[in-house]
């Protein structure tokens, strides 16, 4: 029994558990005070109180506890592979702790108020699981994926820049290219200067000349 034996009533409880046929194994659970676990050892049909234990069923592996444990991750691995949880504690539908295929919650609130046979808890692991690989491989395909648009665009992004590095340095050249024609032009227009200075200045001393001699 995986714990919260019983509440209210204790003496209903205890006598509920006396009828109960075999041997008990009880777990012990977050309402199991030291009060009532001390009762518990009074009955004669309760073997063992413990915190957690492992059982074998065929080829599989147990381990029962009051709590939901982490027992294992998602492996491709056969479930006899794996350690297999059954808790209760939690009071939902939900049959797997966290969508989680190795740790299965056995409480009557996620099973109808019924017991459910072991082999069909194996089995609804089975599915389980196969459902959780599938959306495990359908994410890491998405993500591969992402990853590739998000490497594609970084190329398009990288190839963009170069292009507008490209063209930022012709840029530079032409307005470099520019720069050099302008100042090719200054000096061109002052050797211009120079030479018409020069020229006037001869033209000037001909001129003086020339009416020196009509006078």
């Known amino acids: 029994i995986l714990g919260d034996l019983m509440l209210n009533d204790q003496e209903w409880g ?10 008990i194994h009880i777990i012990i659970g977050n ?7 001390e009762k518990y050892k009074t009955l004669p049909n309760v073997v063992e109180i413990v915190y957690a234990t492992v059982i074998k069923y065929k080829k599989y592996t147990f381990y029962l506890s009051h709590y939901p444990p982490m027992t ?3 492996e491709n691995g056969h479930l006899s592979e794996q350690l297999l949880n059954l808790h209760g504690h939690i009071h939902c539908k939900e049959k797997f702790y966290e ?11 996620a099973n109808d108020n019924k017991p459910v046979l072991i082999d069909d808890i194996l089995e609804s692991m089975r599915t389980k699981k196969e459902e959780c690989l599938k959306m495990k491989n359908k994410a890491e395909e998405e993500v591969r994926q992402m990853k590739h648009e998000v490497q594609e665009e970084q190329k398009r992004i990288a190839s963009k820049e170069q292009s507008l590095e490209d063209k930022k340095a012709s840029l530079e050249r ?8 302008k100042a090719q032009l200054e000096k061109n227009n002052e050797e211009l200067k120079a030479v018409i ?5 001869k033209l000037d001393k001909l001129y003086s000349g020339w ?5």
């Open 174 to 181: 032409k307005e470099q290219s520019l720069d050099d024609k």
């Open 14 to 23: 205890m006598e509920v558990l006396r009828k109960l046929p075999g041997k």
């Open 99 to 109: 969508d989680r295929p190795y740790i299965y919650n056995v409480s009557l609130d």
């Open 211 to 215: 009416c020196g001699k009509t006078h």
């Open 72 to 74: 294992g991750n998602l």
């Open 197 to 201: 200075e020069e020229e006037k200045t």
């Open 31 to 37: 309402h199991d005070t030291p009060n009532k676990i």
